[in-house]
Antibody
Framework: EVQLLESGGGLVQPGGSLRLSCEASGFTFSYFAMSWVRQAPGKGLECVSSINAFGTSTYYADSLMGRFTISRDNSKNTLYLQMDSLRAEDTAVYYC?????????????????WGQGTLVTVSS | DIQMTQSPSSLPASVGDRVIITCRASQRISTYLNWYQQKPGKAPKVLIYAASTLQNGVPSRFSGGGSGTDFTLTISSLQPEDFATYYCQQSYSTPRTFGQGTKVEIK
């Protein structure tokens, strides 16, 4: 059974940092691209960052303006999102999502499994 | 980025109704279109990929169609567990953008 377990969310002051983790099990983690998708309260879904299976290619949403860094450790079956210079508008539930392909730019891909989400609240 | 526009934003319906949600892309995306269902407090779940292929385990009352810029998600006979928000997503190009969502509500 595929499982994705996020952790690391919480309350942080504007300008602060958080590191999200997503521990994967039930599939060969190193074969698949992974993404972080966020959902602000009462809003829709936004893919903020993606990484290919090998960790050699990454995508970031323009809205992040270089403040987040995605990475993965295939030996630990874990995906990360380092979030710096956090702003109120980053407040959201952050989901990690498994891709059905090894590249996030493969048109045939879809997010076939999702974690339960971790809430990040940026507030003073 | 490719913009995805869903209609309607809200859809009041009753159990047993046939429900159709539409999704329009701002440019042609062939059939690289996925549909997700999200229930309150839960993660999204993929229902349909490649515009019309049912994900394993998804009931056959769900179906998808379309190509190019216009797509539909149809629920043939709405069940109580289908009241949820539905999102389309294009996978034609990076970033994989989502529509704004359609909330299927009890009439």
């Amino acid at each position: 059974e595929v499982q994705l377990l996020e952790s690391g969310g919480g309350l942080v002051q504007p300008g602060g940092s958080l590191r999200l983790s997503c521990e994967a099990s039930g599939f060969t983690f190193s074969y698949f691209a992974m993404s972080w998708v966020r959902q602000a309260p009462g809003k829709g879904l936004e893919c903020v960052s993606s990484i290919n299976a090998f960790g050699t290619s990454t995508y970031y949403a323009d809205s992040l303006m270089g403040r987040f860094t995605i990475s993965r450790d295939n030996s630990k079956n874990t995906l990360y999102l380092q979030m710096d210079s956090l702003r109120a508008e980053d407040t959201a539930v952050y989901y990690c999502a498994k891709d059905s392909r090894d590249s996030y730019s493969d048109s045939r891909g879809r997010f076939d499994y999702w974690g339960q989400g971790t809430l990040v609240t940026v507030s003073s | 980025d490719i913009q995805m526009t869903q209609s309607p934003s809200s859809l009041p319906a009753s159990v047993g109704d046939r429900v159709i949600i539409t999704c329009r892309a701002s440019q042609r995306i062939s059939t690289y279109l996925n549909w997700y269902q999200q229930k309150p407090g839960k993660a999204p779940k993929v229902l349909i990929y490649a515009a019309s292929t049912l994900q394993n385990g998804v009931p056959s009352r769900f179906s998808g169609g379309g190509s190019g810029t216009d797509f539909t998600l149809t629920i043939s006979s709405l069940q109580p567990e289908d009241f949820a928000t539905y999102y389309c997503q294009q996978s034609y190009s990076t970033p994989r953008t989502f529509g704004q969502g359609t909330k299927v509500e009890i009439k």
